[in-house]
Structures are given as C-alpha cells and as structure tokens.
C-alpha cells in the first residue's frame, strides 16, 4: 500500500487552532475512522513540524488509492469532514508532497 507524505506549511498565528484542532479530531476518533475507512486509508497521522521560518504539519497516510480517497473527503458532508475542511480553509497555507524514498511495513508484525 503506498505512503504519502506531505508538509503542510501553517498559515502564521495558527498555533493555538492547530492545538484545537487535533484535540477535536483524537476526542472524535470514532468519526475520523469510519472517514478513514470510507476513503480506503488504513493510516493517517500528523506532527508538528517548528522551523526558523514558521510551523508546518506533517502528514503520513496510507492508502490503496489516493485519487478515490481524497474525492471521497471532498464529497463527504459528514461533520467532522466540514470540521477538518473549515479548519484547513483558515489554516493551511503552501503543501509540498515530500519525495518518498523508502516504505516499508513489516506485516507480519503488525499482526501480532
């Protein structure tokens, strides 16, 4: 299943939303999972990232097919999907799809 990684650079006083944000999404966790499984994406997380030059948002995700998942999250009217819509509408500024350069998932492990 291919990876994806992506830097989300933060528009500049977002801290604080960012902080809500994330506690909003962990306190509704049974809402981002039926999303996520609805998308076909097995793994979804995000770090903070602090530079020199500003704060950026990490994203990690895992998906069969990224094309069906993201048209699936635009098309979705479920409320914790407007929630994270809205938020990346004030928020989120320049994205840059990083450059994979390994991937690898020890399947047999994460079995156990």
Not at 8 to 15: A, S, Y
Not at 20 to 28: D, F, I, K, P
């Amino acid at each position: 299943m291919p990876t994806r990684c992506i830097k989300v650079r933060l528009q500049p006083g977002c801290e604080a939303e960012v902080a809500a944000w994330a506690a909003e999404l962990n306190r509704r966790s049974d809402e981002v999972l039926a999303t996520l499984a609805a998308e076909g994406v097995t793994l979804e997380a995000a770090f903070l990232d602090h530079q020199a030059d500003g704060v950026s948002l990490i994203y990690v995700m895992h998906a069969a097919d990224f094309g069906h998942a993201v048209a699936v999250a635009k098309a979705s009217a479920a409320p914790i999907d407007t929630y994270h819509r809205d938020f990346k509408q004030r928020c989120w500024d320049e994205r840059t799809v990083l450059e994979p350069l390994i991937d690898f998932v020890n399947a047999a492990a994460a079995q156990d």
